[in-house]
């Protein structure tokens, strides 16, 4: 896997139309599925552009992926639903533009899991992807054909979005480095909203230098989402290979019950490795996590019911034949959602109307606040938390995909994070039968250096992110 | 207990057509979902507030001058039906 440097070098001696020309080709070439849509012409037009006039940004000429949940002007998003069907989105997302002005190259959409709503990628109206080390595996979802495209050396970068774990748990299962960072760092403008207060889109690579570089490019505020916060920092600074002094907490709410115990080995031998680069640990409690998954579903539902709202046909995608209004919307919405989208709408619509509100909806809010003080007040004592990403490795295609809370259980580690709202980096630390096990590195509000620095050095003292798949 | 009743409610509150087949393969696999959400029940939420947001937000203002948005053709362009310039809409009735 090339490096955004390696790849730079390799632009000035050749041209940016070669290397495009060349992951076009690899992505043509691979049976692991993980674009829904190539943007091969506008791709190498825009390589050739490059290549003519010069371009000094710092992603000038390299390739990228982007989750298609997020707008591309000119490029279908589908969002992996057939309720998007031929919708071409009129303008860019914030990430987007940011990226074009980087010199960045659009060479694809990403395959995902239907509106975000998975662990897997099964639930694509595309097809699953399939994971680069195991084909018979899952990649990780909800940004599963991301982290595949990174993994397989389809693209080397590409972005996600996080709403319960959706970056971090395929990089843990595709062996690549993930992060999602503090709520409100980067724009949602353009990020087809699936649970708007718990998401952010999140950069992938096969780095932790090249994560930090992608998350520069696209991290700042932007007047167009009100959400969005004044003053990312520059944060590719925060790349010392240095953990002298940093105190690390172990959440023992984390390695619980259910985990696999080579994920737990690997995650505890990552620990004693940072120890002996100079940091300390000590194990923290944080006693409201064992309800935060039941938390995150019903937050994540209630929103998700409001937010998919829209999909009706009438102004972009899918349009069966007309009846009243009522009939109609009734109608699109069945033809055009999936199973899994359509329990969520379900139950997050139960979750709000009149009877269940408080035992649901406002019971989670406030279980929403009591884990946030569990972060604060675990916060006084260390820098990072440090924990699993998932509880085991890529788990088979079909495997849980027939029994959905079995799919909700493998978010457990993940979850508390975003109702939280604090960054979390997932990293490479080991493999279990030759799969690839992620560990997170959880920051306080706004402190991706933190989490960056501790990752970095981890990487610069191990080969774990040298490790491949096929 | 989501019922079968209920399911037709809560699929015409989100307007969302569910055949009997559909009510049938959904109502167990909603259930077990609820029986597991119900396990907040037994956490101490007593004078707890609920958390809409992770960070303190405030109405964001800004001048009141135009800027540049969608053409009638840009925003017309997904729109399967449209007509006149306008996008069509089945009937009310």
Redesign the interface.
């Known amino acids: 896997m090339a490096s955004i440097n390696e790849l730079t070098e390799r632009i000035h001696a050749d041209s940016s139309e070669e290397i495009v020309a060349e992951y076009l080709g690899k992505i043509t070439k691979s049976k692991l599925n993980a674009f829904i849509t190539v943007s091969k012409e506008s791709a190498l037009s825009q390589a050739q552009e490059i290549d003519a006039k010069g371009h000094d940004g710092p992603l000038a000429g390299i390739p990228i992926a982007i989750k298609d949940n997020i707008s591309t002007k000119g490029i279908r998003t589908t969002c992996a639903s057939r309720i998007l069907t031929g919708y071409i989105p009129p303008y860019d997302a914030h990430v987007i533009e940011k990226l074009k002005n980087a010199g960045a190259v659009i060479i694809g959409k990403t395959n995902m899991d239907e509106f975000a709503m998975g662990s897997s990628t099964e639930t694509s109206f595309y097809g699953p992807t399939l994971n680069p080390w195991d084909n018979t595996r899952v990649p990780g979802g909800s940004s599963g054909g991301s982290a595949a495209a990174v993994a397989g050396g389809e693209a080397p970068l590409s972005l996600g979005s996080d709403t319960g774990g959706s970056v971090r748990c395929p990089a843990s299962f595709c062996g690549v480095v993930g992060l999602k960072p503090t709520y409100g760092v980067i724009s949602r403008y353009g990020l087809i909203s699936y649970a708007n207060s718990l998401e952010q889109i999140g950069p992938f690579a096969s780095s932790v230098r090249d994560v930090a570089t992608l998350f520069d490019v696209i991290a700042g505020h932007d007047p167009r989402d009100s959400t969005s916060v004044k003053g990312a920092g520059n944060y590719s600074l925060a790349l010392e290979n240095d953990v002298k002094g940093l105190k690390i907490g172990i959440p023992e709410e984390y390695f619980g019950e259910g985990i696999d115990r080579n994920v737990e080995k690997s995650v505890r031998d990552a620990i004693n490795t940072l120890e002996e680069l100079g940091a300390t640990s000590t194990e923290v409690k944080m006693p409201h996590t064992k309800y935060a998954l039941s938390a995150y579903y019903i937050i994540a539902m209630s929103e998700a019911s409001s937010n998919l709202a829209r999909f009706d046909g009438m102004r972009y995608g899918l349009r069966t034949e007309d009846q009243d209004w009522h009939t109609t919307f009734s109608h699109v919405r069945a033809a055009g959602f999936g199973d899994e989208v359509k329990r969520r709408i379900l139950l997050g619509t139960y979750a709000l109307s009149a009877g269940y509100l408080d035992k649901y909806y406002l019971k989670a809010l406030k279980i929403r606040t009591l884990i946030k003080q569990d972060f604060e007040r675990t916060f006084k004592d260390v820098d990072v938390l440090i924990a699993p990403t998932m509880p085991y490795p890529a788990f088979k295609i079909g495997e849980k995909i027939d029994d959905p809370l079995s799919l909700y259980l493998a978010d457990v580690e993940t979850v508390p994070i975003n109702l939280a709202g604090v960054p979390s980096l997932s990293i490479p630390c080991g493999t279990s039968g030759g799969l690839p096990i992620g560990m997170q590195v959880i920051g306080k509000h706004f402190d991706e250096a933190a989490i960056l620095r501790t990752a970095y050095t981890f990487e610069e003292n191990t080969d774990f992110h040298k490790t491949e798949g096929s | 207990m ?1 019922g079968k009743k ?2 037709e ?11 009997e087949e ?1 009510k049938e ?2 109502a167990p ?2 259930n ?3 029986d ?2 119900g ?5 101490d ?1 007593e004078g ?8 303190p ?1 405030s109405n ?1 203002f ?1 001048e009141d001058v135009p800027i540049k948005s ?1 053409t009638q053709e ?2 017309l ?5 449209n007509q006149d310039g306008f ?1 069509k ?5």
Request: net charge neutral; aromatic share 10%; glycine share 2%.
């Open positions: 989501i209920d399911l409610h809560i699929g015409w509150l989100a307007r969302l057509e569910l055949s559909d393969k959904y696999k909603l077990s979902i609820l597991y959400f396990e907040i029940d037994k956490a939420t707890v507030e609920p958390l809409y947001h992770v960070l937000m964001v800004r969608l840009e925003a362009s997904n729109a399967p039906k996008i809409a089945p009937r009310m009735m």
